[in-house]
């Protein structure tokens, strides 16, 4: 397996930074791919750059001059000989544009291809074609919207409360809920702009709130062929403004009878519409049992690991393998079997309290071990936390024979981490890993919710 991977490629660029880069750069040591790190200023000191095979610099902490800067990552996969590119997550790894200039430049994209990749940025688009594919769909505007008088209309149309999302969204950004149509206006003008600065486009569109829903993702690869196999499904409802802080996998509310139909389901559309690689599409579950559709995710998800736990599958190997050609079968090679269970929580330098981000320098840094625990970070001791980028400190998942023995896994690896220097996420984690709705699997999207309305309860 590995050498054939080295015949096609000859040295991978890594297109990103911190705990992603990392693993990129783990999973091509495991089969014998030489590395290149890109890294900006404040990097400079990273752990990617550290073990990447060669590190070049491209620019300032700013991301546009750096990490999004397009002719300098080429220009290094140029001078170093690298012939593949993988973006991770954030930053370029959905960038139709990048996907395309790495093709006539005879790089390979990591990933699927840029017109998959513009699908899913078309947040309309996507819902159209999953619609006609068979999949339910949330009510919703099917065109975008532009003006404050049309999200009235569709707002009308759909009933309230409503979701103002951006066309172009990605990591719950741009996402606005609006329940009274008074404040549909400055709703509306504020999520443009963040849509406007974040992806570079203002269109929006609406979409029926659920408010105590769950969130549900199915993880599939693709092989070149069209061939596709799910990988079973991850729970995400435990989120912040949109933004997942816990996953699990497999989902409780979920039986196997209703996995297999809809992982099915999934396997077929993403064969059918020819995407490659890895991929995701997300619903959301109502309380009757119901999956809607809400969107695809055309890259490797940074929850992915709880789904390699309980599957023995590498991801991010399998992306690597898949871009090289290799048929699906020889990667996974059994049945779907999803053993025992996991749990994950973004580890985040933020206030527990206020979620106020914070920088500076890590003093002390212990991870928890034992069996069943993982973490993946690029922080160390005496590490600087930059404020230009991402605040996610580390990824804690652990792996149990049942739900139960995950979640108790869980509390005590939260317990072990020691992290001095900059607040962290933790003392709210630890809450929500004791709340008895999350033990109890009795749980959805507004669990966070009421750590907001009792301040007291995340008090570090």
Not at 226 to 250: D, I, Y
Not at 274 to 288: C, I, K, P, Q, V
Not at 347 to 359: G, L, M, N, Q, V
Not at 377 to 392: G, K, L, V
Request: charged share 25%.
């Amino acid at each position: 397996m590995g050498s054939g991977v080295r015949a096609m490629f000859k040295k991978l660029l890594v297109a990103n930074r911190g705990e992603i880069a990392l693993r990129i750069i783990c999973a091509c040591k495991e089969l014998g791919i030489p590395t290149v790190a890109v890294y900006s200023e404040a990097d400079s000191q990273s752990l990617h750059v550290r073990f990447a095979d060669e590190a070049v610099c491209i620019g300032p902490a700013r991301p546009q001059a750096s990490y999004l800067n397009i002719p300098a990552i080429l220009s290094v996969a140029e001078i170093t000989g690298a012939d593949a590119v993988h973006p991770g997550y954030g930053f370029l790894s959905e960038d139709p544009v990048f996907a395309e200039v790495c093709d006539t430049c005879g790089i390979k994209f990591i990933g699927p291809s840029p017109e998959m990749i513009r699908l899913q940025a078309d947040k309309c688009g996507a819902r159209r074609k999953m619609e006609a594919a068979g999949l339910p769909v949330l009510p919703g505007s099917d065109t975008a919207v532009g003006t404050v008088e049309e999200a009235g209309e569709w707002a009308r149309k759909i009933g309230y409360p409503v979701l103002i999302k951006a066309v172009a969204g990605e990591s719950g950004f741009g996402i606005r809920c609006v329940k009274d149509p008074k404040d549909l206006a400055p709703t509306f003008a504020s999520a443009q702009r963040e849509a406007a600065a974040v992806m570079g486009s203002d269109q929006m569109y609406l979409e029926k709130w659920m408010p105590a829903a769950r969130h549900i993702e199915f993880q599939v690869l693709v092989d070149e062929a069209g061939n596709a196999v799910h990988l079973g499904e991850r729970e995400c409802s435990v989120q912040r403004r949109f933004q997942k802080v816990m996953e699990e996998s497999p989902s409780v509310a979920l039986d196997s009878e209703k996995r297999n139909e809809m992982g099915q389901l999934v396997e077929k559309i993403f064969s059918e519409i020819g995407y490659t690689n890895a991929g995701s599409m997300e619903f959301l579950m109502d309380e009757a049992g119901q999956l809607y559709f809400i969107e695809m995710t055309a890259r490797i998800q940074r929850e992915h690991p709880v789904t390699e736990l309980v599957t023995g599958i590498n991801l991010v190997k399998s992306q690597i393998l898949l871009a090289s050609g290799m048929p699906l079968q020889e990667i996974v090679s059994r049945p779907l079997e999803l053993r025992g269970h996991s749990i994950g929580c973004s580890i985040h330098a933020e206030s527990p309290r206020t979620f106020a981000p914070s920088s500076g320098e890590i003093k002390a840094w212990n991870v928890p071990g034992g069996f069943g625990v993982r973490v993946d970070s690029a922080c160390y001791a005496e590490c600087r936390i930059q404020p230009q980028y991402d605040t996610m400190l580390a990824k804690l998942m652990v792996h149990g024979q049942d739900r139960t023995d995950a979640v108790h896994r869980m509390s005590r690896a939260l317990d072990m981490f020691v992290m001095e220097g900059v607040e962290t996420s933790i003392p709210l984690l630890q809450k929500i890993i004791a709340d008895p709705d999350f033990q109890s699997g009795n749980y959805d999207s507004t669990i966070l919710e009421r750590y907001h309305r009792q301040p007291q309860l995340v008090q570090s």
